[in-house]
């Protein structure tokens, strides 16, 4: 899978920003966790929608892999098809890495849907605040009235 690159490094982290780490106790700054700037939201989306992407790939070849048939009928051949591939004693090897990609999905799939609502809501107050500006004779979109009258 190609890198996508790696997330900032915590302030106080080693390779961080530096800055005291805020104790567990303590409330982030800003009261509900954390804030990010538009263009920051956006390449967050752009990135998860890669690795949600990649990982609705990724089930498919591991749903592939469950379906697989063991090599002979020998002994060694059926216990090691159930230990990878599952089988009476539960999912096998294979079975958990499926079950754990359909997780993962599940979990960026949510994951883009909440931040492009928060897209959305950020796009809607922003509109607002145009249309609030121009009702006050300030500037819009390519527009410059100068100073309200």
Request: glycine letters at 16%; zero cysteines.
């Amino acid at each position: 899978m190609p890198s996508r690159g790696t997330a900032p490094s915590a302030p106080g982290a080693p390779g961080g920003g530096g800055g005291a780490v805020p104790s567990p106790s303590s409330p982030p700054s800003g009261g509900h966790g954390f804030s990010l700037s538009r263009e920051e939201a956006e390449e967050a989306l752009r990135e998860f929608k890669g690795i949600y992407d990649d990982l609705v790939r990724m089930e498919a070849q591991a749903r592939q892999l469950r379906e697989m048939r063991p090599a002979a009928e020998d002994p060694a051949s059926l216990a090691f098809h159930e230990t990878v591939v599952g089988g009476a004693a539960g999912p096998g090897a294979f079975g958990y890495g499926h079950g754990h990609v359909l997780k993962e999905i599940e979990f960026f799939g949510r994951l883009v849907a909440r931040l492009e609502k928060a897209l959305g809501l950020v796009t809607e107050s922003d509109q607002d605040a145009d249309r609030q500006i121009s009702s006050a004779g300030g500037s819009l979109s390519g527009e410059n009235k100068g100073m309200l009258e």
